[in-house]
């Protein structure tokens, strides 16, 4: 069948032939249904193209496809070697292509063009972090009695549903096939419908039949992937209540499941830190992808002796380095937000936060310095004053938009810090080196920076507690995800 394909040119002025079709078996394919997604440029409103969007049949198909290929020959009994030097092909195919599958990001996305180089450099290193992993997948041997003992040998899990959100397209997509390639897994995706571009551009590299891509709609394709008996494991990233829906529907073959949810990670500042570095990173910790990450620091919490200094040096720091605009403009830190869902959404939680008496200290209205006052752009945000009780503290809210409290203890801190049903990551400044470790040690999150906001490194696992969600992505662990040990017992002479 003939590869779907659209000639586009990018605001950059980049040509991109883009493939728009379903990838199934290595094949561009049409939905069967008809039915598409028209994807909108964040920055302008204007509509970018149409592609493909799956139903449940076409779920179905890629199914059968991701089975087949997981049990042929040419995957199941290629050796880890072979695997790691595929994978390595791919992150080489990608890498010669970076520019390309940037602007389609952030043409699609809104997110600055460097960030974009970063997320695809981010799907780089994870693909060849992972092919250094795909030969030293072993057990282990377990002696137990003189006459026995046992072995352990790691099989993949199967076929994978993926199911990716908009904030992180290409980085999330990779950050899950990593391992499943890896593991020897075969996989079906699903990228969310609001970015579904780059991803098919990303598909048109790969160089085996193992992993297939489906652009579609959550409630059709994404709960096809979740309750298809055929399946064997789901991971997921996007928000809590889909997070919650989509265990519930795996659980009819009890699929394994990897869930990474929704934060409100907080960020503590003690009155010994280095203030303008607090500040500085405080609003890159919150303002980055235009607070559309589910680690943002959305939480501010500081000593209530250097809160009104803090406050002022982090207004600062947004005005020298939170310059927001066209995202293809060379120095634009924060781009447009990624649909006008989310847009109106963020500034819902404008008139919710004053009507708690909140203080607006910044922000809390559309930006209107780009193009002719189109575009989901919205000023960085700043509420100073807030309580635990207040709405802004307790919800995600997933754009630009920081809420800032004050506390007199350590153990309030703490205790603020836990308030909340999620436990994504967290961020402490001190130079006290003992309280460092010891704050560290109390909050309740999956991941914890000492100084620093955002770090993340595909050698380090990722993932939540509470309601953040459930495994570990990336590091030894994101591997683990992907593999299921068999026990193998011996009877070495032990007669009955
Ligand atoms: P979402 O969680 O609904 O969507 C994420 C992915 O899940 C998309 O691919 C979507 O198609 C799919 N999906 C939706 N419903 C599904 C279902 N019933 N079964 C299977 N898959 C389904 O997120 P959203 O609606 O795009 O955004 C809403 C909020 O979610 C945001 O405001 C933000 O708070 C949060 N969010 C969090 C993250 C994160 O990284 N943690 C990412 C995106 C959105």
Redesign the pocket.
Known sequence: MADLRTDLVAPNGRKVNLPTGLFINNHFVPATSGQKITSINPTNEEVICEVEAASAGDVDTAVKAARAALNHESWRDLSGSDKGAMMHKLADLVEAEKETLATIETWDNGKPYTDSLFDIGEVITTLRYYAGWADKIHGHTIPTTPKKFAYTVRHPIGVCGQ??????PLA?AAWKLGPALAGGNTVVM?????TPLSILYFASLIPKAVINILN????E???A??AHLDIDKVA????????K??MK?ASVNMKNITL????KSPLLVFSDADLEQAAKWSQFGIFGNSG???TSTSRVLVHESVYDKFVELFKEAIKTLNKVGDPFEEGTFQGPQVTK??YD?ILGYVEVAKSEGAICAAGGVPFKGVGQGKGYFIEPTVFTNVKSHMTIYRE????PFVAISSFKTEEEAVEMANDSTYG?ASAIFTQDIARAHRVADRIESGMCWINSSQDSDPRIPFGGVKQSGIGRELGEAGLAAYTSEKAIHVNLGTRM
């Open positions: 199911i990716i959100p908009w904030n992180f999330m699903k990228p969310a419908e609001q579609g709609h959550g409630k394709a994404g709960h992937i979740a997921f990233t996007g928000s809590t209540a889909t997070g829906l989509i529907t990474e949810t929704g934060g559309q990450i589910c869902e989310q959404k995600e809210i997933f754009g994504l």
